[in-house]
């Protein structure tokens, strides 16, 4: 029976050049519920799907507030998640104290980045289990990242990770051209919440299982979670 | 028996004579860090006025009241709004200088908005001086100087203090050491409170300056005539000349005294 | 004993005198706080000074720091920013491990002393207060030693100007030696809580009158006053010489 060899660790390459860890870690980004993130010049929204096991428990926390100025959503393993936003909180902390200065959202990205690399080069690791969404808004503006455990950090206008994510990200590449203008912060959270409904099955949005946040001009970090969300259901 | 409990499990001086601390290379002292400056920068003085920041220091660095060194600068610029200016220890000035070169290259890398919106800004410089000021003194190994930040930030005038045990502060006029004494009274004929700032433009200020660096020549022995001054203006920009000395000075009476001045004869 | 050391004097010694680095200094200044029934304020001169030098006429130390909390750390004006600074980022990652939970001003003491006592050794030196409402809406002010003994009072002045005031506050807000008029000094006049406006009379006068008394105090007066509203400002001009 076939059995892969070169999957072992993350710090063996395959003959074809892959390192499979890092590739079932991005499978496992896949397997969390969906979470939506866009900008305009002066916003960026995030709205996520939240999850719980039955009907007993409670739903898994999607969105992370790390400033007054920067957030996140995760899709994937939350634990790594909390690692990684509480990484964040420290970085802008300290930003803050020693240099009186808001943590910009690009080093933030790249902060990540270099902390999500160093595990997929140093044995006995694993690479980290969780995709994130991060909006923050900074003296360049609005800004939106994609992070992936593999160390790549993108800014982007419009992403969505997550289980049928595919659904939104088609929406809002086809969308894409008018909410990058909206100038309402009010506007723009309803087109990421209509976003996520693209990437629903069989759920429907309720004010238990969805998730907002938004950041920008005038406005810090602000999540939205159970009855406030009722606007925009 | 020895009762001192000091004395018990080390070999005794009876039989072994006693303990030569050279064996174990230790110094009869503790470690010493920092306890007076050596070579020395005098004051730094700085005003606001209504479109920026006037900061000048003369170019002396004396060790005791030998004048050592007579072409330091001690402004330095840190990115296009910032003008850092340093009093006290020259050495230790020089680590600061490091470490300011080290903070614009450390911000130039992988920053795409390095040269406009995520520049440096005076307030950051500041933090960042301030911050280092107060751990040495916690540490008691200070830097032994009084820095002033000048620049501008968000359109206002920027002016904020910051010494050896990292006491900070913030005035529309500021100096270090002497010019605390004899150039802040006379600054401050010219703005003496926030509101004076809008009312005062860049001649005046700067006119106000030049007389203080004047003065303090005259009346302070550690001073040179030489010295550099910067003006952090929002529309024309950061600039910085080095190559300045102290005009219209009136040494007539000088011919007359006698003695120690009250001399008649 | 002789007055004039000589060689042989028994008050020469022969170890060198050791010039060593102080890491503290006096930044002048005076703060004060006063509870009410439902508010407290709390407020400071604007002077920053050493030695003799006026460094600033507007330096503010009374800081809002969120949750309706108000503190002051005065004396040496360096170690108060820290310890301000320090509790500011207390309360931020209380707020994230607690789930946004608005921190008591009791739990806010109790933070406090730990800060100070944790550096008990190299003490922070400041005479701090705080002051807020407590769990049950009531004005509370907390002051504190330079290494964390703390505890809750109506009022208390600190720093440079303290002695001056406190006295003053003894007999102001506590109706210390107050006696009820034609009682013959029997009786004692009874506690009444103080309004907003007469806090805010009595603490321009205390300042006013430290201003004319005290070199290290004036300029400007800040006051920061907590209701159940939130947190307000009041400025007053004090005298520049």
């Given at each position: 029976m076939f059995r892969n060899n070169y999957d072992g660790d993350t710090v063996t390459f395959s003959p074809t050049g892959r390192l499979f860890q890092v590739e079932y870690a991005l499978e496992a980004i896949k397997q969390g519920s969906v979470t939506v993130g866009l900008r305009s010049k002066n916003y960026a929204v995030i709205t996520a799907l939240k999850r719980n096991a039955d009907e007993l428990s409670s739903y898994q926390k999607k969105i992370i507030r790390c400033d007054e100025h920067l957030g996140l959503s995760l899709a994937g393993l939350a634990p790594d998640a909390r690692v990684l936003s509480n990484y964040l909180r420290q970085q802008c902390n300290y930003s803050q104290l020693v240099f009186n200065r808001k943590l910009s959202v690009e080093k933030a990205g790249h902060l990540l980045s270099d902390k999500a690399q160093q595990n997929t080069q140093s044995y006995g690791g694993r690479p980290y289990g969780v995709g994130l969404l991060i909006i923050g808004y900074d003296n360049s503006g609005a800004h939106l990242l994609e992070f992936q455990p593999s160390g790549n950090t993108l800014e982007v206008y419009g992403s969505a990770i997550g289980a049928r994510s595919q659904g939104a990200k088609t929406y809002l590449e086809r969308v894409m051209d008018k909410y990058i203008e909206i100038e309402d912060p009010e506007e723009l959270i309803k087109t990421c919440v209509e976003a996520l409904r693209q990437s629903l099955k069989d759920e429907t949005l309720t004010t238990d299982n969805l998730s907002i946040a938004i950041v920008g001009k005038d406005i810090p970090f602000t999540q939205y979670d159970n009855e406030k969300v009722t606007p925009y259901l | 028996?020895?009762?001192?409990?000091?004395?018990?499990?080390?070999?005794?001086?009876?039989?072994?004579?006693?303990?030569?601390?050279?064996?174990?290379?230790?110094?009869?002292?503790?470690?010493?860090?920092?306890?007076?400056?050596?070579?020395?920068?005098?004051?730094?003085?700085?005003?606001?006025?209504?479109?920026?920041?006037?900061?000048?220091?003369?170019?002396?660095?004396?060790?005791?009241?030998?004048?050592?060194?007579?072409?330091?600068?001690?402004?330095?610029?840190?990115?296009?709004?910032?003008?850092?200016?340093?009093?006290?220890?020259?050495?230790?000035?020089?680590?600061?200088?490091?470490?300011?070169?080290?903070?614009?290259?450390?911000?130039?890398?992988?920053?795409?908005?390095?040269?406009?919106?995520?520049?440096?800004?005076?307030?950051?410089?500041?933090?960042?001086?301030?911050?280092?000021?107060?751990?040495?003194?916690?540490?008691?190994?200070?830097?032994?100087?009084?820095?002033?930040?000048?620049?501008?930030?968000?359109?206002?005038?920027?002016?904020?203090?910051?010494?050896?045990?990292?006491?900070?502060?913030?005035?529309?006029?500021?100096?270090?050491?002497?010019?605390?004494?004899?150039?802040?009274?006379?600054?401050?004929?010219?703005?003496?409170?926030?509101?004076?700032?809008?009312?005062?433009?860049?001649?005046?200020?700067?006119?106000?300056?030049?007389?203080?660096?004047?003065?303090?020549?005259?009346?302070?022995?550690?001073?040179?005539?030489?010295?550099?001054?910067?003006?952090?203006?929002?529309?024309?920009?950061?600039?910085?000349?080095?190559?300045?000395?102290?005009?219209?000075?009136?040494?007539?009476?000088?011919?007359d005294i006698k003695g120690y001045g009250t001399q008649k004869v | 004993m002789s007055?004039?050391?000589?060689?042989?004097?028994?008050?020469?010694?022969?170890?060198?005198?050791?010039?060593?680095?102080?890491?503290?200094?006096?930044?002048?200044?005076?703060i004060l706080g006063i509870a009410g029934e439902d508010f407290a304020v709390l407020a400071g001169d604007t002077r920053h000074t050493t030695d003799y030098s006026i460094n600033s006429r507007y330096e503010p130390k009374v800081f809002d720091c969120g949750d309706d909390i108000i503190i002051s750390a005065n004396g040496f004006a360096a170690d108060g920013e820290a310890l301000v600074k320090r509790f500011k980022n207390s309360i931020k990652w209380y707020h994230f491990d607690n789930n946004d939970k608005k921190l008591a001003l009791s739990s806010a003491a109790r933070n406090i002393q730990h800060l100070l006592y944790g550096k008990r050794f190299f003490p922070y030196y400041v005479h701090t207060i705080i002051a807020g409402l407590d769990e049950e809406g009531k004005g509370a002010v907390y002051s504190f030693d330079p290494v964390g003994s703390y505890e809750r009072e109506f009022c208390r002045a600190g720093g440079?100007?303290?002695?001056?005031?406190?006295?003053?506050?003894?007999?102001?807000?506590?109706?210390?030696?107050?006696?009820?008029?034609?009682?013959?000094?029997?009786?004692?006049?009874?506690?009444?809580?103080?309004?907003?406006?007469?806090?805010?009379?009595?603490?321009?006068?205390?300042?006013?009158?430290?201003?004319?008394?005290?070199?290290?105090?004036?300029?400007?007066?800040?006051?920061?006053?907590?209701?159940?509203?939130?947190?307000?400002?009041?400025?007053y001009e004090l005298k520049r010489d």
């Amino acid at each position: 029976m076939f059995r892969n060899n070169y999957d072992g660790d993350t710090v063996t390459f395959s003959p074809t050049g892959r390192l499979f860890q890092v590739e079932y870690a991005l499978e496992a980004i896949k397997q969390g519920s969906v979470t939506v993130g866009l900008r305009s010049k002066n916003y960026a929204v995030i709205t996520a799907l939240k999850r719980n096991a039955d009907e007993l428990s409670s739903y898994q926390k999607k969105i992370i507030r790390c400033d007054e100025h920067l957030g996140l959503s995760l899709a994937g393993l939350a634990p790594d998640a909390r690692v990684l936003s509480n990484y964040l909180r420290q970085q802008c902390n300290y930003s803050q104290l020693v240099f009186n200065r808001k943590l910009s959202v690009e080093k933030a990205g790249h902060l990540l980045s270099d902390k999500a690399q160093q595990n997929t080069q140093s044995y006995g690791g694993r690479p980290y289990g969780v995709g994130l969404l991060i909006i923050g808004y900074d003296n360049s503006g609005a800004h939106l990242l994609e992070f992936q455990p593999s160390g790549n950090t993108l800014e982007v206008y419009g992403s969505a990770i997550g289980a049928r994510s595919q659904g939104a990200k088609t929406y809002l590449e086809r969308v894409m051209d008018k909410y990058i203008e909206i100038e309402d912060p009010e506007e723009l959270i309803k087109t990421c919440v209509e976003a996520l409904r693209q990437s629903l099955k069989d759920e429907t949005l309720t004010t238990d299982n969805l998730s907002i946040a938004i950041v920008g001009k005038d406005i810090p970090f602000t999540q939205y979670d159970n009855e406030k969300v009722t606007p925009y259901l | 028996m020895n009762h001192d409990p000091f004395a018990w499990g080390r070999p005794s001086d009876e039989t072994y004579g006693q303990y030569n601390q050279a064996i174990a290379n230790a110094s009869n002292f503790p470690k010493m860090n920092t306890q007076q400056p050596i070579v020395t920068g005098t004051s730094v003085i700085s005003i606001k006025y209504n479109n920026g920041t006037i900061i000048a220091a003369d170019r002396l660095g004396a060790y005791g009241s030998l004048l050592r060194f007579t072409d330091v600068d001690r402004l330095f610029p840190v990115g296009n709004n910032t003008v850092v200016g340093i009093s006290g220890d020259i050495s230790d000035m020089q680590h600061i200088e490091k470490l300011l070169e080290d903070l614009e290259t450390e911000n130039n890398y992988d920053n795409s908005y390095a040269d406009d919106e995520e520049s440096l800004k005076p307030s950051y410089v500041f933090e960042y001086l301030a911050a280092v000021m107060y751990q040495r003194r916690s540490k008691m190994n200070p830097l032994w100087n009084a820095i002033v930040v000048a620049g501008v930030e968000n359109g206002e005038p920027f002016l904020r203090y910051v010494n050896l045990l990292g006491v900070t502060y913030s005035s529309p006029t500021l100096a270090t050491g002497f010019g605390a004494h004899m150039a802040n009274p006379l600054l401050r004929r010219i703005v003496d409170r926030d509101s004076d700032v809008e009312k005062t433009d860049l001649q005046t200020a700067k006119n106000a300056i030049l007389e203080c660096m004047k003065v303090l020549y005259y009346r302070d022995a550690r001073s040179s005539r030489k010295f550099s001054l910067a003006i952090i203006d929002k529309d024309q920009g950061l600039t910085l000349e080095k190559d300045l000395q102290v005009e219209n000075m009136t040494w007539d009476f000088a011919k007359d005294i006698k003695g120690y001045g009250t001399q008649k004869v | 004993m002789s007055t004039i050391a000589s060689e042989y004097a028994n008050e020469v010694s022969n170890t060198p005198i050791e010039h060593q680095f102080n890491p503290y200094s006096d930044n002048g200044g005076t703060i004060l706080g006063i509870a009410g029934e439902d508010f407290a304020v709390l407020a400071g001169d604007t002077r920053h000074t050493t030695d003799y030098s006026i460094n600033s006429r507007y330096e503010p130390k009374v800081f809002d720091c969120g949750d309706d909390i108000i503190i002051s750390a005065n004396g040496f004006a360096a170690d108060g920013e820290a310890l301000v600074k320090r509790f500011k980022n207390s309360i931020k990652w209380y707020h994230f491990d607690n789930n946004d939970k608005k921190l008591a001003l009791s739990s806010a003491a109790r933070n406090i002393q730990h800060l100070l006592y944790g550096k008990r050794f190299f003490p922070y030196y400041v005479h701090t207060i705080i002051a807020g409402l407590d769990e049950e809406g009531k004005g509370a002010v907390y002051s504190f030693d330079p290494v964390g003994s703390y505890e809750r009072e109506f009022c208390r002045a600190g720093g440079a100007a303290a002695s001056l005031i406190m006295p003053f506050l003894d007999n102001q807000v506590n109706f210390k030696n107050q006696y009820t008029p034609d009682s013959n000094g029997k009786v004692k006049r009874p506690f009444k809580h103080l309004s907003i406006d007469e806090v805010i009379k009595l603490v321009r006068d205390a300042f006013t009158s430290a201003t004319e008394r005290h070199i290290h105090v004036g300029d400007g007066l800040e006051i920061l006053i907590v209701t159940k509203e939130g947190v307000r400002k009041e400025f007053y001009e004090l005298k520049r010489d």
